[in-house]
Protein backbone atom coordinates (compact mmCIF):
# COMPACT_ATOMS: atom_id res chain seq x y z
CA UNK A 1 0.00 0.00 0.00
CA UNK A 2 1.74 3.16 -1.40
CA UNK A 3 0.82 6.82 0.26
CA UNK A 4 2.32 10.06 1.08
CA UNK A 5 3.41 8.57 4.18
CA UNK A 6 5.36 5.46 3.17
CA UNK A 7 6.63 7.40 0.51
CA UNK A 8 7.96 10.35 2.93
CA UNK A 9 9.35 7.76 5.37
CA UNK A 10 10.55 4.76 2.88
CA UNK A 11 8.60 2.43 4.75
CA UNK A 12 6.48 -0.66 3.30
CA UNK A 13 2.93 -0.25 5.09
CA UNK A 14 1.84 3.15 6.58
CA UNK A 15 1.51 2.14 10.32
CA UNK A 16 3.62 4.30 12.45
CA UNK A 17 4.39 3.22 16.45
CA UNK A 18 3.82 6.47 18.54
CA UNK A 19 6.48 7.14 20.88
CA UNK A 20 5.20 5.99 24.69
CA UNK A 21 7.03 6.40 27.81
CA UNK A 22 9.34 2.93 29.38
CA UNK A 23 6.96 1.36 25.84
CA UNK A 24 9.25 2.74 23.24
CA UNK A 25 12.74 0.77 23.29
CA UNK A 26 14.76 -0.79 20.58
CA UNK A 27 12.88 -3.92 20.68
CA UNK A 28 9.97 -2.42 20.09
CA UNK A 29 10.94 0.01 17.43
CA UNK A 30 13.14 -2.75 15.72
CA UNK A 31 10.00 -5.01 15.51
CA UNK A 32 7.73 -2.46 14.06
CA UNK A 33 10.26 -1.54 11.37
CA UNK A 34 11.56 -5.11 10.48
CA UNK A 35 7.56 -5.58 9.94
CA UNK A 36 6.78 -2.71 7.22
CA UNK A 37 5.96 0.09 9.83
CA UNK A 38 7.95 2.79 11.68
CA UNK A 39 9.19 1.74 14.94
CA UNK A 40 10.24 4.58 17.19
CA UNK A 41 12.54 4.85 19.88
CA UNK A 42 11.06 7.25 23.31
CA UNK A 43 13.88 9.90 23.48
CA UNK A 44 12.80 11.28 27.15
CA UNK A 45 12.98 7.44 28.39
CA UNK A 46 16.83 7.46 27.99
CA UNK A 47 17.69 9.68 30.81
CA UNK A 48 20.99 11.41 28.85
CA UNK A 49 21.68 11.89 25.61
CA UNK A 50 24.60 8.70 25.73
CA UNK A 51 22.03 6.24 27.10
CA UNK A 52 19.64 7.13 24.01
CA UNK A 53 22.89 7.05 20.99
CA UNK A 54 23.35 3.58 22.74
CA UNK A 55 19.68 2.98 22.36
CA UNK A 56 19.83 3.79 18.89
CA UNK A 57 23.06 1.73 18.32
CA UNK A 58 20.71 -1.29 20.05
CA UNK A 59 18.15 -0.61 17.49
CA UNK A 60 20.38 -0.61 14.77
CA UNK A 61 21.88 -3.96 15.29
CA UNK A 62 18.23 -5.41 15.23
CA UNK A 63 17.11 -3.49 12.05
CA UNK A 64 18.40 -2.79 8.70
CA UNK A 65 14.74 -0.58 8.35
CA UNK A 66 13.74 3.06 8.78
CA UNK A 67 13.09 4.03 12.53
CA UNK A 68 12.96 7.14 14.44
CA UNK A 69 12.77 8.79 17.77
CA UNK A 70 10.41 10.42 19.87
CA UNK A 71 11.26 13.86 21.21
CA UNK A 72 8.92 15.80 23.94
CA UNK A 73 9.30 19.15 25.09
CA UNK A 74 7.68 19.41 27.97
CA UNK A 75 8.05 22.45 30.26
CA UNK A 76 10.60 22.12 33.06
CA UNK A 77 12.41 23.18 35.68
CA UNK A 78 15.18 21.06 34.96
CA UNK A 79 15.02 20.87 31.55
CA UNK A 80 16.53 17.77 29.50
CA UNK A 81 19.67 18.02 27.43
CA UNK A 82 17.83 18.97 24.12
CA UNK A 83 20.68 19.75 21.97
CA UNK A 84 22.70 16.54 23.44
CA UNK A 85 19.33 14.82 22.56
CA UNK A 86 19.55 15.84 19.23
CA UNK A 87 22.81 15.00 18.63
CA UNK A 88 22.58 11.93 19.08
CA UNK A 89 20.03 11.73 16.52
CA UNK A 90 21.75 12.84 14.22
CA UNK A 91 25.16 10.90 15.07
CA UNK A 92 23.17 7.83 15.36
CA UNK A 93 21.99 8.51 11.76
CA UNK A 94 18.15 8.38 12.74
CA UNK A 95 15.54 9.24 9.86
CA UNK A 96 12.69 10.26 11.15
CA UNK A 97 11.63 12.22 14.38
CA UNK A 98 9.00 12.32 15.88
CA UNK A 99 8.08 15.79 17.88
CA UNK A 100 5.45 15.99 20.51
CA UNK A 101 4.48 18.73 23.59
CA UNK A 102 5.62 22.35 22.90
CA UNK A 103 6.55 23.85 19.54
CA UNK A 104 9.92 22.02 18.23
CA UNK A 105 10.65 25.01 15.86
CA UNK A 106 14.18 25.36 17.75
CA UNK A 107 15.20 21.74 16.52
CA UNK A 108 13.97 21.89 13.19
CA UNK A 109 17.07 23.60 11.51
CA UNK A 110 19.05 21.21 12.72
CA UNK A 111 17.06 17.79 11.82
CA UNK A 112 16.32 19.13 8.57
CA UNK A 113 20.26 20.07 7.81
CA UNK A 114 21.01 16.07 8.60
CA UNK A 115 18.40 15.15 6.28
CA UNK A 116 15.92 13.76 8.93
CA UNK A 117 12.00 14.14 8.36
CA UNK A 118 10.08 15.61 11.28
CA UNK A 119 6.52 14.25 12.26
CA UNK A 120 4.77 16.47 14.97
CA UNK A 121 1.99 15.30 17.42
CA UNK A 122 -0.61 17.50 16.98
CA UNK A 123 -4.35 17.27 18.98
CA UNK A 124 -5.97 20.74 16.65
CA UNK A 125 -6.36 21.54 13.49
CA UNK A 126 -4.89 25.02 14.19
CA UNK A 127 -1.60 23.21 15.48
CA UNK A 128 -1.68 21.41 13.10
CA UNK A 129 -1.37 23.96 10.55
CA UNK A 130 1.33 25.72 12.67
CA UNK A 131 3.80 22.54 12.50
CA UNK A 132 2.84 22.75 8.70
CA UNK A 133 4.06 26.64 8.52
CA UNK A 134 7.34 26.28 10.39
CA UNK A 135 8.09 23.04 8.36
CA UNK A 136 7.14 20.27 9.61
CA UNK A 137 7.40 17.35 7.05
CA UNK A 138 4.10 15.63 8.73
CA UNK A 139 2.08 15.77 11.28
CA UNK A 140 0.35 13.14 13.88
CA UNK A 141 -3.40 14.24 14.19
CA UNK A 142 -4.76 12.68 17.52
CA UNK A 143 -8.00 12.50 18.51
CA UNK A 144 -10.10 12.63 21.97
CA UNK A 145 -9.97 8.50 21.90
CA UNK A 146 -5.64 9.10 21.88
CA UNK A 147 -4.08 7.70 25.35
CA UNK A 148 -2.08 9.99 26.72
CA UNK A 149 -2.96 13.75 26.26
CA UNK A 150 -5.48 14.61 23.79
CA UNK A 151 -5.53 18.25 24.02
CA UNK A 152 -8.68 20.04 25.78
CA UNK A 153 -10.68 20.56 22.71
CA UNK A 154 -12.12 17.28 22.91
CA UNK A 155 -12.82 16.60 19.25
CA UNK A 156 -12.90 12.91 18.21
CA UNK A 157 -11.33 11.81 14.95
CA UNK A 158 -14.71 11.13 12.76
CA UNK A 159 -14.59 15.29 12.76
CA UNK A 160 -11.10 15.94 13.60
CA UNK A 161 -9.68 13.88 10.45
CA UNK A 162 -11.38 15.19 7.65
CA UNK A 163 -10.84 19.12 9.09
CA UNK A 164 -7.70 18.21 8.60
CA UNK A 165 -7.58 16.58 5.29
CA UNK A 166 -9.50 19.99 4.25
CA UNK A 167 -6.71 22.19 5.58
CA UNK A 168 -3.47 20.41 5.64
CA UNK A 169 -0.98 19.69 2.53
CA UNK A 170 1.67 18.06 4.25
CA UNK A 171 1.11 13.82 4.93
CA UNK A 172 -0.42 13.28 8.21
CA UNK A 173 -1.06 9.92 10.36
CA UNK A 174 -4.67 9.88 12.46
CA UNK A 175 -3.73 8.32 16.23
CA UNK A 176 -6.25 7.73 18.66
CA UNK A 177 -8.21 4.72 18.15
CA UNK A 178 -6.28 2.88 15.91
CA UNK A 179 -6.39 -0.85 16.42
CA UNK A 180 -6.58 -3.05 13.05
CA UNK A 181 -7.72 -2.93 9.29
CA UNK A 182 -11.08 -1.31 9.60
CA UNK A 183 -8.87 1.80 11.41
CA UNK A 184 -6.65 1.86 8.71
CA UNK A 185 -9.55 2.23 5.93
CA UNK A 186 -11.37 4.52 7.65
CA UNK A 187 -8.68 6.71 8.70
CA UNK A 188 -7.85 6.68 4.72
CA UNK A 189 -11.46 7.20 3.80
CA UNK A 190 -11.62 10.37 6.21
CA UNK A 191 -8.10 11.90 4.49
CA UNK A 192 -5.01 10.84 6.62
CA UNK A 193 -2.27 9.11 4.49
CA UNK A 194 -1.61 6.52 7.35
CA UNK A 195 -2.32 5.38 11.05
CA UNK A 196 -0.14 5.77 14.08
CA UNK A 197 -0.83 3.23 17.22
CA UNK A 198 -0.14 3.03 20.72
CA UNK A 199 -1.93 1.27 22.95
CA UNK A 200 -2.48 -1.61 20.43
CA UNK A 201 1.62 -1.87 20.09
CA UNK A 202 1.66 -2.31 24.14
CA UNK A 203 -0.25 -5.53 23.47
CA UNK A 204 2.54 -7.35 21.55
CA UNK A 205 4.35 -10.25 22.24
CA UNK A 206 7.98 -7.83 21.30
CA UNK A 207 6.60 -4.61 23.66
CA UNK A 208 9.33 -5.04 26.42
CA UNK A 209 6.83 -4.44 29.55
CA UNK A 210 5.55 -6.14 32.38
CA UNK A 211 2.82 -9.01 31.38
CA UNK A 212 0.62 -7.47 33.83
CA UNK A 213 0.45 -4.70 31.87
CA UNK A 214 -0.40 -6.25 28.39
CA UNK A 215 -3.44 -8.28 30.02
CA UNK A 216 -4.74 -4.84 31.94
CA UNK A 217 -4.92 -3.47 28.17
CA UNK A 218 -6.74 -6.89 26.63
CA UNK A 219 -9.14 -6.74 29.93
CA UNK A 220 -9.83 -3.44 29.33
CA UNK A 221 -13.21 -2.35 27.54
CA UNK A 222 -13.65 1.04 25.63
CA UNK A 223 -15.53 2.13 29.03
CA UNK A 224 -12.65 1.83 30.94
CA UNK A 225 -10.34 4.82 30.46
CA UNK A 226 -10.44 7.94 32.85
CA UNK A 227 -9.92 11.51 31.64
CA UNK A 228 -7.41 12.94 34.84
CA UNK A 229 -5.34 16.36 35.43
CA UNK A 230 -8.72 18.54 33.68
CA UNK A 231 -7.84 20.92 35.94
CA UNK A 232 -4.69 21.45 35.06
CA UNK A 233 -5.29 21.47 31.48
CA UNK A 234 -3.11 19.21 31.12
CA UNK A 235 -5.55 16.67 29.98
CA UNK A 236 -4.45 12.91 30.28
CA UNK A 237 -6.34 9.82 29.54
CA UNK A 238 -5.34 6.80 31.40
CA UNK A 239 -6.32 3.45 32.12
CA UNK A 240 -8.90 2.95 35.03
CA UNK A 241 -7.31 1.96 38.31
CA UNK A 242 -6.52 3.06 42.08
CA UNK A 243 -4.25 5.63 41.34
CA UNK A 244 -6.81 6.92 38.80
CA UNK A 245 -10.02 7.25 41.24
CA UNK A 246 -7.25 8.88 44.21
CA UNK A 247 -6.69 11.42 41.40
CA UNK A 248 -9.94 12.37 40.51
CA UNK A 249 -11.02 12.16 44.05
CA UNK A 250 -8.72 14.97 44.79
CA UNK A 251 -9.25 17.42 41.80
CA UNK A 252 -12.74 16.97 42.91
CA UNK A 253 -12.46 17.73 46.73
CA UNK A 254 -9.65 20.12 45.92
CA UNK A 255 -11.27 21.99 42.68
CA UNK A 256 -9.49 24.67 41.49
CA UNK A 257 -7.11 25.41 44.29
CA UNK A 258 -5.55 21.66 43.07
CA UNK A 259 -1.68 21.88 42.26
CA UNK A 260 0.42 19.08 40.65
CA UNK A 261 2.63 18.92 43.93
CA UNK A 262 -1.00 17.26 45.55
CA UNK A 263 -1.10 14.83 42.77
CA UNK A 264 2.51 14.03 42.49
CA UNK A 265 2.62 10.56 44.02
CA UNK A 266 -0.65 9.32 41.22
CA UNK A 267 1.75 11.12 38.39
CA UNK A 268 5.75 11.66 38.80
CA UNK A 269 8.01 8.25 38.31
CA UNK A 270 5.20 5.98 38.06
CA UNK A 271 6.21 4.59 34.82
CA UNK A 272 9.08 1.91 35.56
CA UNK A 273 7.16 0.71 38.28
CA UNK A 274 4.03 0.11 36.54
CA UNK A 275 5.63 -0.55 32.71
CA UNK A 276 8.73 -2.72 33.97
CA UNK A 277 7.65 -3.94 37.61
CA UNK A 278 4.11 -4.51 36.62
CA UNK A 279 2.65 -2.52 40.17
CA UNK A 280 -1.00 -1.74 38.53
CA UNK A 281 -1.86 0.56 41.05
CA UNK A 282 1.66 2.36 41.17
CA UNK A 283 0.28 5.30 39.40
CA UNK A 284 -1.98 6.56 36.25
CA UNK A 285 -0.41 5.36 33.10
CA UNK A 286 -1.56 6.33 29.51
CA UNK A 287 -4.10 4.20 27.50
CA UNK A 288 -6.68 4.94 25.15
CA UNK A 289 -10.35 3.81 23.99
CA UNK A 290 -9.05 1.24 21.72
CA UNK A 291 -8.25 -1.05 24.67
CA UNK A 292 -12.14 -2.13 24.15
CA UNK A 293 -10.72 -3.52 20.91
CA UNK A 294 -7.69 -5.49 21.61
CA UNK A 295 -8.10 -8.68 22.60
CA UNK A 296 -4.82 -10.61 22.39
CA UNK A 297 -1.26 -10.34 22.50
CA UNK A 298 0.12 -10.92 19.04
CA UNK A 299 3.96 -10.70 17.61
CA UNK A 300 4.28 -7.21 16.43
CA UNK A 301 4.59 -8.87 12.64
CA UNK A 302 1.19 -10.86 13.21
CA UNK A 303 0.02 -7.70 14.07
CA UNK A 304 0.64 -5.55 11.43
CA UNK A 305 -0.04 -8.50 8.37
CA UNK A 306 -3.10 -8.78 9.94
CA UNK A 307 -3.98 -5.27 9.63
CA UNK A 308 -2.62 -5.24 6.15
CA UNK A 309 -4.52 -8.38 5.79
CA UNK A 310 -7.91 -6.82 6.69
CA UNK A 311 -7.71 -3.19 5.25
CA UNK A 312 -6.88 -4.92 1.29
CA UNK A 313 -9.98 -7.34 2.15
CA UNK A 314 -12.27 -4.44 3.15
CA UNK A 315 -11.21 -2.57 0.39
CA UNK A 316 -11.31 -4.90 -2.16
CA UNK A 317 -14.66 -6.94 -1.35
CA UNK A 318 -16.76 -5.03 1.37
CA UNK A 319 -15.94 -1.33 -0.24
CA UNK A 320 -16.07 -2.93 -4.03
CA UNK A 321 -18.80 -4.44 -3.94
CA UNK A 322 -20.70 -1.40 -2.41
CA UNK A 323 -19.79 0.38 -5.79
CA UNK A 324 -21.69 -2.17 -7.86
CA UNK A 325 -21.34 -2.81 -11.57
Not at 153 to 175: E, G, K, M, Q, Y
Not at 181 to 194: F, I, M
Request: aromatic share 4%; net charge negative.
Amino acid sequence: MKTRITELLGIQHPIVQGGMHYVGFAELAAAVSNAGGLGIITGLTQRTPELLANEIRRCREMTAKPFGVNITFLPSIASPDYPGYVRAIVEGGVKVVETAGNNPQQVLPHLHAAGIKVIHKCTSVRHALKAQSIGCDAVSVDGFECGGHPGEDDVPNFILLPRAADDLTIPFVASGGMADGRSLVAALALGADGINMGTRFIATKEAPVHENVKQAIVAATELDTRLVMRSLRNTERVLKNAAADRLLEKERTLGANLKFEDIREEVAGVYPKIMQEGTMDAGVWSCGMVAGLIHDVPTVKELIDRIMSEADAIIRTRLAGFAGA
